[in-house]
């Protein structure tokens, strides 16, 4: 891994301060503030209210078992809308513009499972820096040894299958995340090229704000409600399982299908474009005319949006995304975008299918560079 990795732009673009300078233009004539509008913070009460009501609905078992089973999926998804339309807004700083409004809205992630300090890093800091270079972006390990995502990585005899298998390891997405992932994240050396010091008061919080988590979905029911342990244990599953597949979808769908670039980088060698312009090849949009879409991915189906502009409130991007599009085109760049969710799931099938093939019979996947100096 270079450590030292930087965005030579050595051709002078002007592309970033074009489009900055046409969305800033957009808000003021509109006298539109960039931040959470009436519409934002309907969508915050109703899915907070909704993952409120859902819990204690099964916890007091208003409903039969095989009731509270099918609600448990719904609070699953819940949780992951949650995090796309309210987390992850707040945790960018694009939710409000009162810092502790972004904190104690960013703070509900802990109750979903998920640690704030080390989202902060690998998704705030690592990703949206060095989006789908490999060996820097620590998004790009779906499954590490499972699922393979470039040609330089080992191809196993049943890669080929992953096409297939990848769906359900994303439905596990969550148990992983809240059970693993973020502890180690936490106690690596490095994550991509950060270098982890943290404060002393991080691993207090790591460990508290996770048992507070475990108690709330797993001592609490289990202590409260009239059911078996394997009952409960088909509940517990089934909610993680549709929390799972949600998130691991939506994240996939933005940055690994067929048009984004996975760049492979040599030692000491550099990314000879803008930052910018690095984020329109490795990033795609989905769905983006779809009220539906943008209502419960929280703006993430708009991922080449959130890139470019991640302290805008998601509730602007559709308005945007068309002053996005004409200049990039402007700009000779890509706009990678699939019409619809399931054009991106077959976009997605593909790329996986074709990462999975033998090196010797497989077409390369070619950047989009490439492929336009082929055309």
Same mark, same amino acid.
């Given at each position: 891994?270079?450590?030292?990795?930087?965005?030579?732009?050595?051709?002078?673009?002007?592309?970033?301060?074009?489009?900055?300078?046409?969305?800033?233009?957009?808000?003021?004539?509109?006298?539109?503030?960039?931040?959470?509008?009436?519409?934002?913070?309907?969508?915050?009460?109703?899915?907070?209210?909704?993952?409120?009501?859902?819990?204690?609905?099964?916890?007091?078992?208003?409903?039969?078992?095989?009731?509270?089973?099918?609600?448990?999926?719904?609070?699953?998804?819940?949780?992951?809308?949650?995090?796309?339309?309210?987390?992850?807004?707040?945790?960018?700083?694009?939710?409000?513009?009162?810092?502790?409004?972004?904190?104690?809205?960013?703070?509900?992630?802990?109750?979903?499972?998920?640690?704030?300090?080390?989202?902060?890093?690998?998704?705030?800091?690592?990703?949206?820096?060095?989006?789908?270079?490999?060996?820097?972006?620590?998004?790009?390990?779906?499954?590490?040894?499972?699922?393979?995502?470039?040609?330089?990585?080992?191809?196993?005899?049943?890669?080929?299958?992953?096409?297939?298998?990848?769906?359900?390891?994303?439905?596990?997405?969550?148990?992983?995340?809240?059970?693993?992932?973020?502890?180690?994240?936490?106690?690596?050396?490095?994550?991509?090229?950060?270098?982890?010091?943290?404060?002393?008061?991080?691993?207090?919080?790591?460990?508290?704000?996770?048992?507070?988590?475990?108690?709330?979905?797993?001592?609490?029911?289990?202590?409260?409600?009239?059911?078996?342990?394997?009952?409960? =244990?088909?509940?517990?599953?089934?909610?993680?399982? %549709?929390?799972? +597949?949600?998130? &691991? *979808?939506? #994240? @996939?769908?933005? $940055?690994?299908?067929?048009?984004?670039?996975?760049?492979?980088?040599?030692?000491?060698?550099?990314?000879?474009?803008?930052?910018?312009?690095?984020?329109?090849?490795?990033? =795609?949009?989905?769905?983006?005319?779809?009220?539906? %879409?943008?209502? +419960?991915?929280? &703006? *993430?189906? #708009? @991922?080449?949006? $959130?890139?470019?502009?991640?302290?805008?409130?998601?509730?602007?991007?559709?308005?945007?995304?068309?002053?996005?599009?004409?200049?990039?085109?402007?700009?000779?760049?890509?706009?990678?975008?699939?019409?619809?969710?399931?054009? %991106?799931?077959?976009?997605?099938?593909?790329?996986?299918?074709?990462?999975?093939?033998?090196?010797?019979?497989?077409?390369?996947?070619?950047?989009?560079?490439?492929?336009?100096?082929?055309?």
């Amino acid at each position: 891994m270079n450590q030292s990795l930087k965005f030579n732009d050595q051709g002078n673009s002007q592309f970033f301060v074009t489009i900055k300078n046409r969305v800033d233009t957009y808000f003021k004539e509109n006298n539109i503030s960039k931040n959470a509008n009436a519409e934002m913070i309907w969508k915050t009460v109703l899915y907070l209210g909704s993952w409120i009501g859902l819990y204690f609905v099964i916890l007091l078992e208003f409903f039969p078992t095989y009731v509270n089973f099918f609600l448990a999926i719904i609070l699953g998804m819940n949780m992951a809308f949650i995090g796309f339309n309210v987390c992850h807004d707040a945790l960018h700083g694009s939710y409000s513009k009162h810092a502790w409004i972004n904190k104690s809205l960013g703070f509900i992630f802990h109750f979903i499972g998920a640690n704030v300090y080390v989202w902060t890093i690998t998704h705030n800091k690592v990703h949206h820096t060095y989006t789908n270079i490999v060996g820097h972006d620590g998004d790009l390990d779906v499954a590490p040894g499972m699922v393979r995502v470039t040609q330089d990585e080992p191809l196993k005899p049943f890669h080929k299958f992953q096409h297939i298998y990848a769906f359900a390891l994303y439905s596990l997405a969550s148990l992983s995340w809240f059970f693993r992932k973020d502890y180690v994240k936490f106690f690596q050396k490095k994550i991509g090229s950060h270098v982890n010091k943290h404060p002393k008061i991080e691993y207090f919080n790591l460990f508290f704000y996770k048992l507070m988590y475990y108690g709330i979905y797993i001592v609490i029911p289990l202590v409260v409600m009239d059911i078996t342990w394997w009952q409960f =244990a088909i509940g517990f599953l089934v909610m993680n399982f %549709a929390e799972g +597949l949600v998130l &691991g *979808l939506v #994240f @996939q769908l933005a $940055h690994l299908v067929e048009d984004t670039d996975l760049p492979i980088l040599k030692e000491n060698e550099n990314i000879e474009e803008s930052w910018a312009e690095h984020q329109m090849r490795t990033t =795609a949009n989905f769905a983006r005319k779809s009220k539906i %879409a943008a209502f +419960l991915c929280g &703006g *993430l189906n #708009f @991922q080449v949006e $959130h890139h470019l502009f991640p302290k805008v409130c998601h509730i602007h991007y559709p308005a945007i995304s068309d002053i996005v599009k004409k200049t990039a085109h402007e700009f000779d760049l890509p706009y990678n975008e699939n019409d619809t969710f399931m054009s %991106a799931l077959k976009s997605h099938y593909l790329f996986l299918k074709n990462a999975g093939r033998n090196e010797e019979i497989a077409e390369p996947i070619l950047s989009s560079r490439e492929r336009e100096m082929v055309a």
